[in-house]
């Protein structure tokens, strides 16, 4: 079978980026669907995929990560109903709902995680103030949304009291959403990419479309977001998951900040897009920021868990064995443990479970001589789940292992940046450079602090110098740590000639 044939197709009409190490991974998907269809030529199932889009919607699936549960980013919720939707609502006419749109909805978790929301905040009047609507790719995910029937993993982040007042426990171990809720969204299918929008769409208030474009190249999420343009009235907003701000940032939408959380703004239609995005000036604040796009601080994450104290010996004593040798066994089961849960634990944060990777990870972390990789990594997590305090701790212990560790101190510059003190990120990342003159990512957050800062020939050399490298890196280049970069090399080098040309350099 053609596999870069079926990649294309997955690419053209999905938008769907798959990338070399993915190869084995749709080798599976395709085998898979070939045998639930009973095929075994590759060519024939490959001119299925040309002809079939609901057989290509379901290869599609079998590749993307279907993790989603309800209340995810809360943080996005809490945006909703303390600031937009009674912003919204002021001044619209009576009988006229804030139109709100999940897009790439999947089983249906976001959009009625909204639905919940709002009712929490304007109780019975929510479903008069409010008309929900739900789209995705995926028809077998649309159907169950419908349904609305979910498993107890589904409800793992949902207050008790909130899964007691809007779901039914079933039988099977099961929890049903309750009527007011399911009848409160719509939904439908359709492809971002490739679809005619439907008329019905158009005039949306606000959109969520989060945790979608990660599997997007550039190009396809600037066009995906000018498609979304046309869906939200003047003045709209736009919502994109916690770790895809930056990935956004074409200049399609303003972007906005409140008290530490980024969103998107739909500005009057213009004759051209608006300029490339440039960098905050300040850290987070408690009022609306709505400059001209913007790049954002580093992403937000989730808290640490519980301390579960310090890591025992579980290599029972066996009689008659000389101790040098029990405790050099000791130290290569432990050895052995640690490395098994590390592995773990990277593989669950490169799938985004970042939580679930903090909990595998923790108890190393906790342990008195724990690894400078570990903690590296768990600093990284807790920056994803939005703990910057937890994520600087974590950097400062890899210090105190390691005084010249670039991915700790490049972490504690972007942290000290996010939060405004520009003076001490600064220092950490020229600390970085002088240990790693050859790193990129330190010189890109160098250029960002000097462009907040004031000093616009400093950032001209430092995005000068990060394209430099990230040319001579090659587009596998990847110095950002255990986890991968935001943005592949292609884009990153975009980013920087955007940036350079807002400053007045031509590139």
């Known amino acids: 079978m053609n596999l870069e044939a079926a990649r294309g197709l997955l690419q053209v009409r999905l938008g769907l980026r798959l990338e070399g190490q993915d190869e084995a991974r749709l080798q599976r998907a395709v085998q898979q669907r070939m045998t639930a269809l009973g095929m075994d030529a590759g060519p024939a199932y490959l001119a299925q995929l040309h002809t079939d889009a609901t057989e290509l919607t379901a290869l599609a699936g079998l590749l993307t990560i279907k993790e989603t549960y309800f209340y995810r980013e809360p943080q996005h919720l ?8 009674p912003l919204l609502l002021r001044g619209r006419a009576a009988g006229v709902p804030v139109r709100i749109l999940s897009a790439g909805c999947a089983t249906g978790e976001e959009p009625y995680s909204i639905a919940i929301a709002l009712r929490e905040r304007y109780a019975a009047s929510a479903a008069r103030l409010f008309r929900i609507e739900a789209v995705d790719l995926d028809p077998q995910a649309i159907a169950s949304a419908r349904a609305g029937r979910y498993r107890p993993y589904a409800l793992r982040a949902l207050d008790p009291d909130l899964k007691a007042r809007w779901f039914t426990p079933a039988p099977d171990g099961t ?3 309750t009527e007011p809720i399911r009848q409160g969204v719509a939904f439908r299918p359709l492809n971002l990419v490739a679809d005619p929008y439907p008329d019905a769409l158009h005039g949306q208030d606000l959109i969520f479309y989060r945790n979608l474009s990660i599997y997007f190249d550039a190009a396809t999420r600037a066009a995906v977001l000018r498609r979304l343009r046309t869906l939200l009235r003047p003045g709209g907003y736009l919502i994109v998951g916690l770790a895809e701000t930056l990935a956004n940032g074409f200049g399609i939408f303003a972007l906005c900040e409140r008290e530490g959380v980024w969103y998107f703004a739909n500005a009057a239609a213009e004759a051209s897009p608006p300029p490339p995005p440039t960098l905050p000036t300040a850290g987070p604040g408690t009022a609306d920021r709505c400059p001209p796009p913007v790049a954002p601080p580093a992403p937000a994450m989730v808290p640490l868990p519980a301390d579960p104290g310090p890591a025992r010996d579980t290599l029972p004593q066996a009689a008659g064995v000389p101790a040098p040798i029990l405790d050099e066994a000791r130290r290569e089961a432990h050895r052995s443990d640690h490395e098994e849960s590390y592995r773990q634990a990277l593989a669950l944060a490169r799938a985004e479970r970042f939580a679930a990777a903090l909990e ?11 690894l400078p990789l570990h903690l590296r990594l768990l600093a990284q997590l807790l920056l994803e789940g939005g703990d910057q305090e937890g994520a600087a701790a974590a950097a400062r212990r890899v210090l105190a292992l390691d005084a010249w560790s670039v991915d700790a101190l490049v972490l504690l510059g972007r942290i000290a940046r996010a939060q405004g003190d520009l003076g001490e990120a600064v220092a950490h990342l020229r600390r970085a450079i002088y240990a790693r003159p050859d790193h990129w990512p330190a010189h890109l957050e160098l250029a960002q602090c000097r462009a907040a800062d004031g000093h616009p020939e ?6 000068r110098i990060a394209l430099r490298l990230l040319g ?4 596998t280049a990847d110095q950002t740590g255990p986890l991968p970069a935001a943005l592949p090399v292609a884009d990153l080098r975009h980013l920087c000639r955007a940036r350079l040309a807002r400053l007045g350099e031509p590139t």
């Open 78 to 85: 809490r945006l909703l109903t303390g600031h937009l939707a």
């Open 360 to 370: 595998v990870l923790a108890p190393l972390c906790a342990a008195p001589r724990a």
């Open 472 to 475: 001579e890196a090659g587009p």
């Open 175 to 177: 929890h049903q959403v």
């Open 458 to 463: 400093a950032a001209r050399r430092e995005y």
